[in-house]
Every structure is written in structure tokens, then in C-alpha cells.
DNA sequence: CAATAGTTTAGAACTATTCTAAAGTAAGAG
DNA sequence: CTCTTACTTTAGAATAGTTCTAAACTATTG
């Protein structure tokens, strides 16, 4: 017999492919983020998540994981709101709308838009990203 | 004989011209902020400025006036760290590289750089502005 | 199953920012 | 000028989000 439980297969397989050992902690917030589509997160947004649905995770092992996660590429930190860290579970080349009002971020994807003529960094520099917001508002 | 000090006739003008009363505070944080071109300030960073011109404004106010500031349209804020906020003196139609080694910003006129193809904002929603951040680093 | 290296956690600490309410000041009226 | 009043400034407390610390815990390896 098998233990009901959330499948949390890919999850371990998913941890163990960027080298991070699979505690009971890291593969139940992988679950919830990478089980459906894609995601955007707040460290309180996801650890009040987790609390809602039983699972016993501290806060600061939510933002460890968080940016375990992002350096190991399965996860992005997204800067919109000067007051708040936002993770995207989109790795991939996106930009975002972000509804000030209501703090949320919706994915545009990288084929839709296009920026052009960014001139060449400073001596020594090289363009890391180039990161799109577009800030909307009621109206 | 006219005492010598900095001339603070434009700021108290400009306050003047967006409504604000022209206080001692506003009116020495005004001269640092428009004298010369274009500044990036974050309000600790103007307030360690200010201090060490000998002028006493406490970190409260320059936070207050930078706030009153970009209010009245004199700055803008701008956001690529999710630590810390910034306030551009440009509050023209131009965009950002943003040095992630040293925290620095350098603006980007409009004209140069155009993003094309955002698609329409969700119902109800309408575009208040698109920033574009052009991360760089060594290397 | 013991050893150990890596992990989690509670709570303290920190940083940037905002709030509070008391003292100070610019501007207009007289 | 000087009074009055509304607006400002300020020190310090408070808050919010995040990071740190060191002790307890656990996955993995031998």
C-alpha cells in the first residue's frame, strides 16, 4: 500500500539534478512551486502557503530555499517593488507586467517583446540582463 | 555686500513653482539634488552628502522631501534593488544600466533605446509606464 | 547503524524605511 | 514688526522584510 501523498517524485528528481540534497523541506517547496505552471512568489507568500496547507517549514527556510533554488538556476529574482523580493519559477527570457496596485506580476513572453538600441555598457562591463517592467494601474 | 553661500535662488524657485514651501531643508537638498546634471541618490546616500557639507537634515526629512520631491514631479524613483531605493533628478523619457558591483545607475537617453511588441495590459488595466534595466557587471 | 557534513530553526539582529508627537518655523494678518 | 496658524522638522520608536547565529536535527556514506 502506498501512502496518500502529493507525488514529490520529480521534485527530489529536480533537486537532485542541481546537487542539492532533498530534505523533506526543500522537496515539499519545490512541489509547490514547480507543480503546475508558472509561478511568482514572495517569501512570506510562499511560506504562508505552506503553512496553509500543514506543512511545517520556518520562514527562514523558505528564504534560504528560495535562494538556493535561484542559484542554482531553478528559480529568478524579479526587482519590482522596492519593498519586496519576488521569485519567478520562469527561468526562461520573459519580462513582466506588474500590477502596482495589487503587487502582482504577470508573464510576457520574451518572443512578444523586444527592446532595442541599448547602447554599449561601460568600458570592462557586460550586459548581464535586461529586465522589462511594465507597471500598469487601475484605469 | 551679499553674504556667500551657495546660490539657492533657482531651488527656492523651483520649490516655489511645485507648491512646496521653500524650508531651509528643502531648499539646501534642492541645490545639492539640481545643481549639476543628472543624479542618482538613495536617501541614505544624500543625507551622508549633506552631512558632510556641515548641513543638519535629519535622515527623517531627507527621506520626507525626497518623497514630497518625486510627489511634485521634481524626481523619480527608480527600481533595481530590492534593498534599497533610488531617486533619478532625470524625470525625463530615459531608461537605465544598472552596475550590480557597485550599486551604481547611468542613464540611458529615450531615444536610443525602444522596446517594441508589449502586448495590451489585462482588461481594466492601463500602462503607466515601461522601465527597462540593462544589468552589467565586471567582466 | 554510526559518523559526519549538510540542513533547519527559533530567535536575535539588521537594514531600510515609516511613524509619532513634540518642538520649530515660514507666511500672512493685523 | 509680531502674532497666529498651518505646515515642517526631528529624535527616537516602530515596522517590515530579510539575514544571521549557534544549537538541534537529518540525509548520506562508510
Given at each position: 500500500m502506498v501512502k496518500v501523498r502529493r507525488d514529490t517524485g520529480k521534485a527530489v528528481e529536480r533537486l537532485r539534478a542541481v546537487g542539492l540534497r532533498p530534505t523533506r523541506q526543500r522537496v515539499e517547496l519545490a512541489s509547490l512551486l514547480f507543480r503546475n505552471g508558472d509561478r511568482h512568489v514572495t517569501a512570506e507568500s510562499l511560506h504562508d502557503e505552506a503553512s496553509g496547507l500543514g506543512l511545517k517549514i520556518s520562514l527562514a527556510t523558505v528564504y534560504n530555499t528560495l535562494h538556493q533554488f535561484t542559484h542554482a538556476g531553478l528559480l529568478r529574482q524579479v526587482v519590482v517593488d522596492a519593498s519586496r523580493g519576488y521569485f519567478d519559477t520562469n527561468t526562461g527570457d520573459h519580462q513582466h507586467f506588474f500590477l502596482e496596485d495589487e503587487g502582482t506580476l504577470i508573464d510576457i513572453p520574451g518572443e512578444e517583446i523586444t527592446v532595442a538600441?541599448?547602447?554599449?555598457?561601460?568600458?570592462g562591463l557586460s550586459v548581464d540582463r535586461v529586465d522589462v517592467v511594465v507597471r500598469v494601474r487601475r484605469g
Open positions: 538600441g541599448v547602447p554599449q555598457p561601460p568600458a
